[in-house]
């Protein structure tokens, strides 16, 4: 681990080494159906593609997000409470934070990422636009077991996980992911947590299918980043991208559609689709308060305050570890 100082900035460098990365395409486009997990998609390319999704018109659930912290800024600093551990597992730009940070006035911010060039730049431009506050940025994949790099005694921790990233995960697997951060903020500890919310097929939908095909060049980048960095020879415009609301589990699927038959090679392994074959890429569920209340209470989590736009698009919720 590597910390080195930076004024008020500190960096820890846990990012995971490459074969993790070539392991998990191997074995994930070996299998059938073929999968490869979401969390390849954050290099920096990948994130500022992200960054960019969420500025579409057709991306609610970020500008929806964003107003409920606004809105309810003060209350969910009452819930917080003064100088605490503040912990952002896939902070990204952190740019949801800021809102926040003046109200909150943390001891201490931890923003975790697995991009390790983005998170960095990220930790020290918000060191410089907030001078007062210390920071502690880890490069580490936050969806295996949570390791704090920092972790003051005595100091009251709270995780701050939006954007609906949890829907990414399968409902046993966020499950798990809840339960670990439970063990990591402790006992007293807290979560404010963002979900999005069941709603019509036609918006959800839009949501990930967007005008300008941003969202159709971030899928695509991630067969990009497995040509750069692990040999491969995906033809990209061979595959395009398809989002669509699967009803039964209630979530988005994204896939990448091979279209023709193909043979893709990455390193020595050689991989054949047909016309019509995809690799699934990311699921997004989707939930009602009361069912996330009940998943995250399966994890020792009880839910003290839930807030929702008028439309109830988007829900913001804060638990507490339950004692």
């Given at each position: 681990m590597n910390r080195p100082a930076c004024g008020r900035v500190c960096l820890y460098d846990q990012s995971p080494v490459t074969d993790d990365f070539r392991q998990s395409v191997l074995t994930g486009l070996a299998r059938r159906p073929r999968a490869i997990p979401p969390k390849f998609f954050y290099d920096a390319e990948g994130s500022r593609l992200f960054d960019a999704i969420c500025a579409?018109?057709?991306?609610?659930?970020?500008?929806?997000?964003?107003?409920?912290?606004?809105?309810?800024?003060?209350?969910?600093?009452?819930?917080?409470?003064?100088?605490?551990?503040?912990?952002?597992?896939?902070?990204?730009?952190?740019?949801?934070?800021?809102?926040?940070?003046?109200?909150?006035?943390?001891?201490?911010y931890l923003p975790m990422d697995i991009s390790r060039h983005y998170l960095f730049e990220t930790a020290r431009q918000l060191g410089r636009e907030y001078p007062w506050l210390e920071i502690h940025a880890?490069?580490?994949?936050?969806?295996?077991?949570?390791?704090?790099?920092?972790a003051p005694p005595a100091v009251r921790r709270v995780a701050f996980f939006p954007g609906s990233s949890i829907g990414n995960f399968d409902p046993p697997d966020a499950r798990h992911f809840l339960r670990r951060v439970a063990e990591t903020v402790g006992p007293g500890g807290g979560l404010l947590i963002g979900v999005d919310c069941k709603k019509d097929r036609q918006r959800l939908e839009a949501a990930y299918n967007d005008a300008a095909g941003i969202t159709a060049r971030f899928n695509l980048h991630l067969l990009a980043r497995i040509n750069a960095e692990l040999g491969g020879d995906f033809d990209l415009?061979?595959?395009?991208?398809?989002?669509?609301y699967n009803d039964g589990p209630g979530r988005i699927e994204m896939?990448?559609?091979?279209?023709?038959?193909q043979t893709v090679h990455i390193g020595?392994?050689?991989?054949?689709?047909?016309?019509?074959?995809?690799?699934?890429?990311?699921?997004?569920?989707?939930?009602?308060?009361?069912?996330?209340?009940?998943?995250?209470?399966?994890?020792?989590?009880?839910?003290?305050?839930?807030?929702?736009?008028?439309?109830?698009?988007?829900?913001?919720?804060?638990?507490?570890?339950?004692?």
């Open positions: 579409c018109p057709e991306y609610y659930p970020t500008r929806t997000e964003k107003a409920l912290l606004q809105r309810h800024a003060a209350e969910i600093a009452e819930w917080v409470g003064p100088a605490c551990l503040l912990i952002e597992p896939g902070s990204g730009s952190s740019d949801k934070v800021r809102l926040l940070l003046d109200m909150l006035r943390p001891a201490a880890a490069c580490v994949d936050f969806t295996q077991a949570i390791s704090l790099p920092f415009e061979a595959f395009a991208h398809r989002a669509f896939h990448l559609v091979s279209l023709s038959a020595g392994a050689s991989f054949d689709f047909e016309p019509g074959e995809t690799i699934h890429t990311e699921n997004s569920y989707k939930y009602t308060i009361t069912e996330f209340a009940e998943l995250a209470a399966a994890a020792g989590l009880a839910l003290r305050e839930a807030w929702q736009d008028e439309e109830k698009l988007f829900s913001l919720q804060y638990y507490e570890v339950a004692t």
